[in-house]
């Protein structure tokens, strides 16, 4: 990806900067082969990413570009704490016209969890004034040397954090292999499938597929496509971060299809709206916008049922959120006002649905108490609150 080139009055700045202008995947730029969009035996080029040094980059030029299979674009938005690419919304606007998909990304310079939040905090502000829909993949460009430095892995964490806080929360990072290696940094905050990895083959082929483990690797960055301007980044898309994924049975055009991380379902070529979907004993929901639930609440009749991590409602399952436990039982209702009973302990879960824990509980004129662990006292002698309970072996409690 591309940085801009800026001075700064202290010496150490300068410094940076001059450590800025090597080449910073560690390929020298004619080592990298040169490729023509089109040519056959190479990887997909699903995915371009540009900054203003591709200027506006017209709508025909777009679509010239999707006639060789480029389907998104990923947009420079800002670097550091103090650039705005000034060609950003015409860039946007045009591939957004040419029918792209449309994602973003920020040069990172920060050395520290608090220059990490600074940063993140500039990216989502320029994404919002440009009306940057809050599902557009937001992606943490981690490349550069100056970023190696105290725990990478802490300040990317923190960096996502911010980007999540803003509302962002179709996220993913960009980085190359050695900088990984030299780094150490840590991928299980935000899990493999969400990162770009940066790698160029001297000799790229369709046949020889690299970091497929990951979700996008960008294979070229001296790429032209034919009667367009210049050369561009090409990426392969792996695990549809950006590129939608249509699986379609061409009989009665039933498929699932995959657009910025978000997952739909059709049925006989209707789109499933505010409508459940069952599949293999599972149970999956698909909201107003098409979209599938996923790590969300649904509120049907009075009950709550929540759909986890791969969109499947739980059932017979507990979850937990900000210190609390809540339960769903075998209906995927939320349990609310019940008891639960599991290996001889009995719980009891409240209006809230959160679990009761060093709560006392009255019900028809006793009284009972759930200690920290949330389980009922039964047949012991306590004291809370500097009063002295007795429990007998139902719970019920009498003053000592």
Known sequence: ?????????TIVTIMVVVSLSMVLHKVSANSIPAITAGTSGLPKTDVVDISSNNGEVSINDFQKMRNYGIKAVVVKLTEEK??????????????????????????????TTASADTEAKYFTDYASSLNLPKDTLMVNDLEDTYTKQNNVTANAIAFNAQVKAAGYSNTAIYTYPSYVNETKLDFSYIGTNRVWMAQYPYAPSANDLWNTIYGMWQWNSNTSFPGVEGTFDVTVDYKNLLVPNTQTNSTDGTYFETVNGKVYYYENGTQYINRFYSNWGKMYYFGSDGARYTNQFYSNWGKMYYFGSDGARYTNQFYSNWGKLYYFGSDGARYTNQFYRNW??????????????????????????????????????????????????NGILHIV
């Open 1 to 9: 990806m591309n940085k801009i080139k800026f001075f700064v009055k």
């Open 82 to 111: 103090s650039y705005r690419n000034p060609y950003a919304a015409k860039q946007i606007a045009n591939a957004r016209a040419a029918g792209m998909v449309v994602g973003a990304y920020h040069y990172s310079w920060y050395t």
């Open 344 to 393: 001889g302990h009995t719980y009891y879960f409240g209006s809230d649905g959160a679990r009761y824990t060093g709560q006392f509980y009255n019900n028809w004129g006793h009284k009972y108490y759930f200690d920290e662990n949330g389980i009922l006292v039964t047949d012991k002698t306590f004291t809370v609150n500097g009063v002295k309970y007795s429990a007998d072996s």
